[in-house]
């Protein structure tokens, strides 16, 4: 694709409103030669870099998803032989946990539906999955070490023990998986409950077939899925950190089955919607 060096507003064959449902990972999407988000911003930045990730090769992207996926059915056989997904149990999923500040501040303006959304179990879970990968990695953070490179708008990850430079390479990138969606698959879920509160009272006001809450529960759908397959390539490397990680992986295995029993029309939901060659 090509630009003009000015301002004007990006041209192209672009999908309306494929952003709705967006994870803004642009390096790591198949679409952004059909959004117009991208494009405007790469309008803006004209940043070298931002123009080789933009042109990074389709098919790296597809293998090292299939790479981060492959891997969450045998995660979940590990987890449910140990502990049975039950809400139920005696595992540690439903303790009592300290009121956070500053997530507590961050709600005190939001309406009334976005409140009774974030005092759901599958809120409340994925803001403790979010907390507790953040305490991870923080409590690694001498061993985990993590290098930005400013250049290329990477960063290298280095382990002791590790000098494989290719399995350097896949942890590096399962570590990058986890720590992007750590934080959207709470904002996601909360964004679909509090859309489906909004569709039961105006429903008429919403697309029958596409709803909002649908396209939100899927986005967290496929974030979760991506960190379980990413925590367990972590797990498979880092074998002794298997006890720490297990957690982890159980909040999300969790996650998804509520997600997918609140959202049942998740998985069916279209996006991108099919585009028309007709302008």
């Known amino acids: 694709m090509e630009f003009n060096d000015h301002l004007e507003l990006p ?9 709705n449902y967006c994870n803004r990972w642009c390096e790591r999407c198949m679409y952004t030669d059909k959004c117009r988000v991208f494009a405007s911003e790469k309008i803006l930045t004209r940043e070298v870099e931002a123009i080789k990730r933009y042109e990074k090769s389709m098919e790296e992207n597809k293998d090292f998803w299939d790479q981060v996926n492959k ?14 997904l039950l809400k139920n149990d005696n595992s540690s999923l439903f303790e009592q946990w300290e009121d956070d ?3 507590e501040e961050a709600m005190k303006e939001h309406e009334e539906k976005r409140v009774k959304a974030k005092n759901q179990d599958i809120s409340k879970v994925s803001l403790k999955y979010e907390k507790a990968v953040h305490k ?8 985990l070490k993590q290098e930005y490179n400013s250049d290329t708008e990477d960063f290298d990850l280095s382990y002791p023990g590790i000098v494989d ?5 896949q942890l590096t990138e399962s570590v990058e998986v986890i720590q992007w969606y750590h ?7 909360n964004r679909a409950l509090s859309s489906s509160y909004e569709e039961e009272e105006d429903g008429d006001l919403f697309d029958e077939y596409q709803k909002d809450s649908d ?7 496929k974030g979760i899925d991506s960190s379980i397959g990413a925590w367990s390539f972590v797990r498979g490397k880092l074998t002794s950190e298997w006890e720490t990680i297990k957690p982890m992986i159980r909040m999300l295995l969790w996650l998804k089955m509520e997600v997918e ?8 939901f279209v996006w991108p919607p099919p585009h028309s060659d007709k302008h």
């Open 101 to 103: 500040e500053d997530a």
């Open 136 to 143: 991870w990695f923080e409590e690694r953070k001498d061993v």
């Open 165 to 169: 430079e290719l399995v350097l390479k």
């Open 71 to 84: 891997t969450i059915e045998e995660a979940a056989e590990l987890i449910d032989e140990e502990i049975p």
């Open 215 to 221: 396209g939100s529960a899927m986005v967290a759908l």
């Open 11 to 19: 041209e192209g064959d672009f999908i309306p409103g494929i952003y």
């Open 183 to 189: 934080i959207q698959i709470w904002i996601k879920i």
């Open 261 to 268: 029993k609140e959202f049942p029309n998740a998985k069916g």
